[in-house]
């Protein structure tokens, strides 16, 4: 079988043990423009179908070693796949085997011989269910992606920053870990647009929050716009140490993009201010502790003559308390 195939129109997959069945269902599916591959038994499904995706499965219930039943379970076992319909096409019409199909992940249950006519309907309006189901889920995706994204910088905006710390603060409460925040500011940023204009103020503050993601790599941390020209670092699971080495490198990052900047009082070049906090969550405290305390360096950094980070350690406050 080829590895790929056109899919100018939808694809169909039958699995069965018996090559006549299969032949017999190719021939009726290809009448009706459908394309078609075909597997003999559950395992060779099983590599077929994420080999070409297919729009649908006519799977077998009676194969030997793989049966139809757990065929189909595994096939539709990673999210990716729940959309596609599998309908079971079998000679048993016992209520136990019917809610096994269906327990398995079926979409639909056929009794052998087949009526045509009927399977033709059901392949058709299954396959358009499913295609308008995973496009629900694409639409879904996208506004849920536009609520949270900023759409000038396309790191995540405001609301999805006080959504993830207020998860993440009482995560870490809860396992007794650090959390960390970076705040950033962008040095004498108003100066910037006041000069250059705002068409490339908005491009500076893309390739700068650019630069962050480059920065901030693993999957659980969190980079944001917190406004204007101010960003925010969310690091779960982080002590002091590591959230200052991130913010040194942020800071270098935005130097090293070597964005002109002839009326900043500290560089020829865009700079960067950050304030860092460590906190570990105690019950009954709030995640706007820890941005008060972040935010609080950040002033600290600015009164020190910018483009640099400075840190406050609520961990030592709260071990002097404790002892």
């Known amino acids: 079988m080829k590895a790929t195939l056109e899919r100018n129109q939808s694809l169909v997959l039958i699995v069965d043990d018996e090559a006549f069945s299969r032949k017999e269902?190719?021939?009726a599916l290809e009448q009706e423009g459908y394309q078609v591959a075909e597997a003999k038994n559950g395992t060779e499904a099983i590599n077929v179908f994420h080999q070409l995706h297919p729009d649908l499965v006519l799977i077998d219930a009676l194969m030997p070693h793989l049966d139809g039943f757990e065929?189909?379970?595994?096939?539709?076992s990673l999210d990716s796949n729940k959309y596609i319909p599998v309908l079971m096409i079998t000679a048993l019409k016992d209520q136990q085997s019917i809610d096994h199909a269906f327990k398995a992940g079926a979409a639909d249950y056929l009794i052998k011989h087949i009526y045509w006519p009927i399977l033709r309907q059901q392949v058709r309006c299954s396959i358009e269910q499913s295609q308008l189901q995973q496009k629900l889920v694409a639409d879904n995706q996208q506004l849920q992606r536009l609520v949270n994204v900023d759409?000038?910088?396309q790191v995540a905006n405001r609301r999805r920053f006080e959504e993830y710390l207020l998860v993440e603060w009482k995560r870490q409460g809860r396992e007794q870990q650090p959390i960390?925040?970076?705040?950033?500011?962008?040095?004498?940023f108003k100066s910037y647009n006041d000069t250059y204009g705002h068409l490339l103020g908005d491009r500076c503050l893309y390739k700068i929050a650019q630069a962050i993601l480059n920065v901030v790599?693993?999957?659980a941390d969190l980079v944001t716009r917190y406004g204007g020209e101010e960003f925010a670092v969310i690091l779960p699971h982080t002590n002091l140490e590591g959230a200052a080495y991130l913010a040194e490198k942020i800071c270098f990052a935005v130097r090293a993009l070597a964005i002109p900047h002839q009326n900043s009082q500290v560089s020829s070049h865009v700079t960067l201010s950050a304030g860092l906090a460590t906190v570990i969550p105690q019950s009954g405290s709030n995640f706007e502790e820890i941005i008060a305390i972040a935010?609080?360096?950040?002033?600290?950094a600015k009164a020190a003559g910018r483009d640099r980070f400075l840190q406050n350690n609520l961990l030592e406050r709260q071990s002097s308390r404790n002892n």
Do not use: G, N
């Open 25 to 27: 269902l190719r021939l």
């Open 71 to 76: 065929c189909c379970h595994k096939l539709l």
């Open 151 to 153: 759409a000038l910088t």
């Open 217 to 219: 790599k693993r999957p």
């Open 180 to 188: 960390s925040l970076i705040l950033c500011d962008v040095d004498y």
């Open 295 to 300: 935010d609080k360096a950040l002033y600290q």
